[in-house]
């Protein structure tokens, strides 16, 4: 992404000291932890490895032999093969992540050996099957998503500048993306939510600096801009089928704001190589370029659900989709509630925008497009059979929407900085105090565990927090060096606090930080002491005494406890 919207100081301004430590902390959090459960077998993680390992050793897209070498999963296909009798196993999965981990394990399978480490047989001992496959995890989650993943954090706070100059503000607006949602979370894994939302969006400022370029008659857009928004836009559906609305909407969106037709075709043959990989994933795997697998589910309970209306996708479910907004347990607001101020945009993207006319019209268009493409990802996650996700932190589908609602939030508070100066100040404390409501209940958690069970709705209280004062943490930077210790991720975990709380008090006048501090404070406070009280609830985030609820969440607890890596010694 490039800066190219109007005001702020722009993409060519001098880094802030303060940024360049931000950015610091932020990438030793973002590669310091290794949250991992072999034994739970997580299938939004595994299938997909599966099928890059196939690729590479196999050049194939079935994952029959990785099966066999490193255990069932879910989220795999069943399809028939041409003799009587014949089947293989593919993944259900959008294929990019698979598809982009592939000269990277390729490159695994080469220097793993030189130490001793040759890739296992199926015959091989199970110990060194395990030791494969967790570390051929952790080198593909680092190179494919954790440090792609932190890069887009760089590239959304330099894109930023063109739409605020306040620092603070800025760097609320990405410690909320990044450090406090579920962003985070799916940063450590090799799994595609947290990767949607950096093409997602990427797509979309692409296209709003080129409608902004378009009307202040600035250097004009080119061809090579608007092929990137239409591959950003189609890589989204290629990593989620689910996205697909978002995509077209985004590819509609950049068809308007680059225009001229030589740009306008640009775009299109950005569309169209990750369609034209999808359909050939499809057809490769199960036998036509307009299927997907998820009807032939290798799982019959899962196949069974996925029958159900248009691949699993029915009507809209109002209760569905006031539970993935507000939800303290699962929902976006409910567990990042800055990303609540993303509906500023509202009233001061569309109503009270700017003065100027044509500003103003360009503010509309923008607001309008991002707010469109939400409310399409949100009925269709509202709409699916499976809406909740099963095991997850946050909204794992909704995994796209966080730094949308970050840079809503960022546009209605300038806007409510030019009409309403005075109040700017108490607003800027408030998303502040939000921002690191949201550190602390999912960034903290995101830090400890990739997915939870439904069941546990106050992740803090019922598992972080007893399991840190057991001595089970997850694996972390400081294994190389030393014995598995608490103390590097609790360290982790004061990273993680003091670049939020950086971004909170950086570019704040002095003599207005201690009003700021205190206020942040406040509204912190009050949002993160409720959910880090043990107060019995369902998976909807409301509260239930129903004993059996309580003996679900302790029989999980404790199988989590006995999958747990690495474990305490015995």
Aim: glycine content about 8%; some cysteine.
């Amino acid at each position: 992404m490039v800066s190219g919207v109007d005001g702020g100081d722009g993409g060519r301004s001098r880094r802030e000291p303060l940024t360049r430590v931000f950015f610091a902390l932020t990438f030793v959090v973002y590669i310091g932890v290794f949250p991992y459960l072999a034994r739970l077998n997580n299938p939004n993680e595994n299938v997909r490895t599966y099928m890059t390992m196939a690729l590479v050793e196999e050049a194939t897209l079935r994952i029959d032999a990785m099966v066999a070498r490193h255990g069932w999963v879910n989220d795999m296909a069943k399809i028939a093969g041409p003799a009587p009798g014949e089947s293989h196993l593919y993944s259900v999965k959008g294929p990019a992540v698979s598809y982009a981990g592939v000269p990277f394990y390729w490159l695994f399978t080469k220097v793993a050996p030189a130490f001793g480490r040759p890739i296992p047989g199926v015959d091989a001992p199970e110990e060194a099957r395990a030791r494969w496959l967790r570390d051929a995890t952790f080198f593909l989650r680092i190179v494919v998503v954790q440090l792609p993943c932190f890069a887009f954090l760089v590239a959304l706070e330099r894109w930023l500048r063109g739409t605020t100059r306040d620092l603070s503000l800025r760097l609320t607006a990405v410690a909320a993306v990044g450090l406090g949602t579920n962003y985070l979370a799916y940063s450590h894994m090799f799994a595609s939510h947290a990767l949607t939302a950096a093409t997602a969006f990427a797509s979309f400022a692409l296209a709003t600096n080129a409608l902004a370029a378009r009307d202040a008659a600035s250097a004009s857009p080119t061809p090579r801009h608007a092929y990137a928004a239409g591959l950003a836009a189609a890589l989204t559906t290629l990593l989620d089928y689910h996205t697909l609305p978002l995509t077209l909407l985004l590819a509609a969106y950049a068809a308007y704001s680059f225009r001229t037709p030589r740009l306008v075709v640009a775009v299109a043959l950005g569309l169209l190589g990750p369609a034209l990989l999808m359909l050939h994933f499809q057809w490769r795997a199960f036998g036509s370029p307009f299927a997907t697998g998820h009807r032939s589910s290798e799982n019959e309970s899962y196949a069974a659900l996925l029958q159900q209306g248009f691949l699993g996708l029915g009507i809209p479910n109002g209760r569905a989709a006031r539970l993935l907004a507000l939800s303290r347990s699962f929902g976006l607001f409910g567990t990042a509630p800055f990303m609540a101020l993303g509906l500023l945009a509202i009233p001061f993207g569309l109503l009270f925008s700017s003065d100027l006319p044509i500003q103003r019209t360009r503010e509309r268009i923008v607001t309008g497009a991002w707010l469109t493409g939400m409310a399409l990802l949100w009925l269709t996650v509202s709409a699916a059979v499976n809406w909740r996700g099963g095991w997850t932190i946050g909204p794992r589908y909704l995994g796209a929407a966080p730094p949308f609602f970050a840079y809503g939030a960022v546009t209605g508070l300038e806007q409510l900085r030019r009409l309403r100066p005075r109040a700017f100040d108490m607003a800027a404390a408030v998303a502040a105090g939000t921002m690191l409501a949201g550190v602390v209940q999912t960034g903290v958690v995101s830090l400890f565990v990739s997915s939870l069970p439904e069941e546990i709705a106050r992740p803090l209280p019922q598992l972080v927090a007893p399991f840190v004062r057991e001595g089970l943490v997850p694996y972390h930077f400081a294994d190389a060096l030393f014995a598995h210790a608490v103390w590097p991720w609790l360290a982790l975990v004061a990273l993680l606090l003091a670049a939020a709380v950086l971004a909170a008090v950086a570019g704040v006048p002095r003599a207005k930080l201690a009003a700021h501090l205190v206020v942040a404070g406040i509204v912190a406070g009050a949002l993160v002491v409720p959910i880090a009280m043990d107060i019995p609830a369902t998976p909807g985030g409301e509260e239930s005494p129903e004993a059996d609820m309580q003996a679900r969440r302790r029989a999980l607890v404790g199988s989590i406890r006995d999958a747990w890596e690495p474990a305490l010694p015995r």
